[in-house]
């Protein structure tokens, strides 16, 4: 069967000041069609490298990134080829502070996005916008509101609704809640639940929490130092860690003594 | 008994112009010798407002009342000269990012010899060297002669967050105050950053004041632990039972919120809604709009005690309510 998402042997290379620092060597992994892969690993395994060149913000230096049996070009060309690549991969980043334009209220950035990506206009375009702010739980008062005048939580809901205006088959989550209260954090992953089961939208759940992956993802892979060391069902992974780091970092975890 | 290093009692802050709930509204917090207390909660919570009133550092135009005992000093009262001995001889800080409190111009020797020099007067800066050497050595820096010539760019976070532990010990504090001291950094680091402060807290018998937002971390790290919300302290305990046995509505929903590495959780149980706004003061219970056992007519219009139940305490009506019944 054809993988929704198929990354091989993404390779990518950073260079400054003669250093040379691998930031993904050799990745590869499938994500299946409605699927959720997890990737973890500490601050610079290449999590974030590896999601950038997934969704075309990096070239890799080599590999091939398969979508439905297609190959995507390694860095969109082309206002065509970019709104292709938007329609099938979409990303949620860490900070909703900075990725939210702070003039610009919430409905109107929603609306940017789906005036963009389809023909939809007045009163059709204006139910569209509450019916992405309603799926990810806000109404039409937040819609009038700027980003500052949100929580966090809200803020990257919003995120979430500009994401999933394109419908897109793939969403990435970059540490998406992350910087989120326990609390809302909560929220937010139920709701990613939902939408996944909703719309059957593909997950790659980037994140350096392991308990936050295990509650999203069926599947993760571990990353280091721009390695996959081991992948798995997160079930395996947190039961039966086979690579050493993989221990190390559950090790490192703290728990109730 | 011998008295506390750390002793607030019923310390209230309020910040006229920018909320219209008090910051911190009563809060009792000691921290003893040799003892660590945890402080957790979610973001404007108070934890932090909490730690740096202790050593009087409080916002500008705030109006603070209430009781802060630090080593017998009475924080509030002191004048500017015994309050900056204070901050040097008695208590120090370690905050979560270590770039925001050392000078990016200046090398770690003169960071960290700065405070010896100032805690201990007329002490000379070779002996401050030395200190430094072996406290960069103790918090597990590898090259301690190296990093002293090093400026802060040089070092990794963590790198960077041992260097703030060494320099918040260069006076010998009696009482460690660490805020999210571990948050910015990896896993793996937290737990090494995490074992030396534990291992010289113990070593120097300090009283540490620890303040996450992570739940496991606290019960980890802490013998006890407060939980705040909305510039309250609702519930503390010991470390054990109150992640075992949670009283406070509150803190039920924070463990229920946080994803398990060990049990298979459906579906978590957020805390619905958010915390509670700076704009907002209820006349209830403070946590009543987003707790999922309030008590209609009841919560919303009375403000909970802190109420003691044997060597723990919360304040849910909830609790003094089925204990009036019972």
């Known amino acids: ?257 | 008994m011998s008295t506390p290093l750390l002793q607030m009692s019923d310390v209230w802050l309020r910040l006229p112009g920018i909320a219209n709930r008090p910051i911190l509204a009563g809060v009792d917090l000691e921290v003893a010798a040799g003892e660590v207390v945890g402080l957790v909660g979610e973001s404007g919570s108070g934890k932090s407002v909490t730690a740096r009133t202790a050593l009087g550092l409080v916002p500008r135009g705030a109006q603070v009342e209430g009781r802060v005992l630090v080593d017998g000093t009475d924080v509030l009262s002191a004048p500017a000269d015994r309050l900056r001995r204070l901050r040097s001889e008695s208590a120090a800080m370690v905050f979560q990012d270590p770039r925001a409190g050392i000078n990016p111009m200046r090398r770690i020797g003169d960071h960290l010899t700065e405070a010896a020099r100032f805690a201990k007067r007329g002490e000379d800066v070779r002996a401050a060297r030395k200190r430094a050497l072996d406290l960069l050595e103790a918090v597990g820096l590898p090259h301690p002669e190296r990093h002293l010539k090093q400026f802060p760019h040089e070092l990794s976070g963590g790198m960077l967050q041992r260097v703030m532990i060494a320099g918040a010990l260069m006076g010998s504090p009696k009482l460690l105050l660490c805020d999210e001291p571990t948050t910015a950094l990896d896993v793996t680091t937290q737990k090494e950053i995490v074992s030396i402060l534990a291992r010289l807290q113990q070593d120097e018998g300090m009283g540490m004041l620890f303040i996450t937002h992570d739940l496991d971390l606290a019960a980890s790290v802490c013998d006890r632990v407060h939980v705040m919300y909305a510039g309250q302290v609702v519930e503390h305990a010991s470390a054990k039972e109150l992640f075992a046995s949670p009283q406070h509505p509150y803190t039920a929903g924070l463990l229920a919120s946080t994803p398990s590495l060990e049990v298979v959780q459906e579906r978590l149980r957020p805390i619905a809604g958010t915390p509670l706004s700076l704009l907002a003061d209820p006349l209830g219970c403070t946590f009543a709009e987003r707790c999922d056992r309030v008590m209609e007519g009841l919560c919303t219009t009375q403000r909970p005690e802190l109420v003691e139940h044997g060597d723990r305490a919360d304040r849910c009506l909830l609790n003094q309510t089925t204990e009036v019944a019972g």
Do not use: W
């Open chain 1, 1 to 257: 069967m054809t993988a929704l998402l198929e990354v091989e042997d993404l390779c990518k290379t950073y260079r400054a000041h003669g250093h040379e620092v691998a930031a993904a060597s050799a990745v590869s992994f499938r994500l299946e069609e409605g699927g959720s892969l997890g990737i973890v690993g500490e601050s610079g395994s290449g999590k974030t490298t590896t999601a950038r060149m997934v969704v075309g913000l990096e070239r890799p230096d080599s590999g091939r990134i398969v979508f439905r049996g297609q190959e995507l070009s390694s860095r969109p060309r082309g206002r065509s080829e970019r709104l292709e690549r938007a329609r099938a991969i979409q990303i949620v980043f860490q900070d909703p502070y900075l990725s939210l334009d702070p003039r610009v209220a919430v409905g109107a950035a929603v609306e940017q996005v789906v005036k963009l990506h389809t023909k939809l206009a007045g009163a059709d375009r204006r139910r569209r916008v509450l019916d992405l702010l309603g799926q990810v739980g806000l109404g039409e008062r937040e819609a009038g509101t700027l980003p500052r005048r949100l929580s966090g939580g809200q803020r990257q809901r919003v995120a979430i609704a500009r994401a999933l205006a394109v419908g897109p088959a793939v969403l990435v989550l970059d540490e998406a809640v992350s910087a989120l209260d326990v609390s809302v954090q909560a929220q937010v992953l139920n709701l990613l639940t939902d939408i996944r089961e909703l719309t059957g939208v593909g997950l790659l759940f980037i994140s350096h929490d392991l308990a936050v992956v295990r509650y999203v993802c069926d599947e993760a892979l571990v990353m280091r130092s721009g390695e996959v060391v081991e992948r798995g069902s997160t079930a395996q992974l947190l039961s039966a860690p086979q690579h050493a780091y993989t221990r190390v970092l559950l090790d490192a975890i703290p728990r109730p003594a």
